[in-house]
């Protein structure tokens, strides 16, 4: 069974500041991993993913997201977060052993950067 | 620029009307998904394709069906709306993965804009 927790509906942090957005895993294989960001009124946009390789990874708008495999996580992280960043951000997973090719969507975590 | 177009952004129907919503995409991506994405609840898959006329239920195909006659379209269908069917429902597409492949781009699911039905 595929699942994923974000464990935060909201997060709040001033601008400028450090923000982290936390997700966990549970897949019976290896995971793929994604974060995915919805404005308002707009579809999801893709983010970053892990697949393999270096656990931390670079996605687009300055965001990155750290794969912890012991600890089942994927934390999407920035170091100084803008106003524009204020958003839905969903975390989602895929084992890509099963061969199916569909993804696991987390229930959301609401970003408000505070001016 | 690649594209998923669904057809209508906001829908108001009445209960028992039949209700079609239509998903357009430009990338001849071999997959296509429908989702209806509710507060507190996330995304949750409906119904996927992975070619014409092939279709699979997601986690949650009841009351609704689906049709992709041709690669670039699939159809989500209410045959007979009810109101707890009032939801977003966002349409996606992505390149199909052979399975236990591990193909760099793979699996990077494009959405389109979503199309909010309220059903009355």
């Known amino acids: 069974a595929q699942s994923v927790a974000q464990p935060e509906d909201q997060v709040n942090v001033a601008e400028g500041n450090p923000l982290t957005v936390k997700c966990t895993y549970s897949?019976?294989?290896?995971?793929?991993l994604f974060w995915y960001v919805q404005y308002p009124n707009r579809g999801l946009q893709f983010l970053l993913k892990?697949?393999?390789?270096?656990?931390l990874v670079k996605g687009s708008y300055g965001f990155e997201a750290e794969f912890n495999k012991s600890q089942t996580s994927f934390h999407l992280k920035k170091p100084s977060a803008l106003v524009s960043d204020s958003a839905l951000y969903f975390c989602?997973?895929?084992?890509?052993?099963?061969?199916?090719?569909?993804?696991?969507f987390g229930t959301g975590t609401r970003l408000t950067v505070i001016p | 620029d690649v594209k998923v177009t669904q057809s209508s952004r906001y829908l108001v129907k009445r209960t028992g009307e039949k209700v079609f919503l239509e998903c357009v995409q430009d990338?001849?991506?071999?997959?296509m998904f429908w989702y209806r994405q509710d507060p507190g609840l996330g995304l949750r898959l409906i119904y996927f394709?992975?070619?014409?006329?092939?279709?699979e239920k997601g986690d949650i195909p009841e009351g609704y069906s689906v049709s992709r006659e041709k690669k670039e379209r699939f159809s989500l269908i209410l045959e007979s709306a009810s109101t707890n069917q009032t939801s977003m429902y966002l349409c996606?597409?992505?390149?199909?993965?052979?399975?236990?492949?591990?193909?760099?781009?793979?699996?990077?699911?494009?959405f389109g804009a979503g199309s909010r039905l309220t059903v009355l």
């Open positions: 990338m001849d991506h071999e997959n």
């Open positions: 996606a597409s992505s390149l199909s993965m052979p399975s236990g492949s591990r193909t760099s781009g793979a699996n990077v699911l494009t």
């Open positions: 394709s992975y070619d014409v006329k092939m279709k």
């Open positions: 897949v019976s294989g290896n995971p793929y």
């Open positions: 989602a997973v895929r084992d890509w052993q099963t061969g199916a090719n569909n993804l696991f």
């Open positions: 892990y697949i393999t390789g270096d656990n």
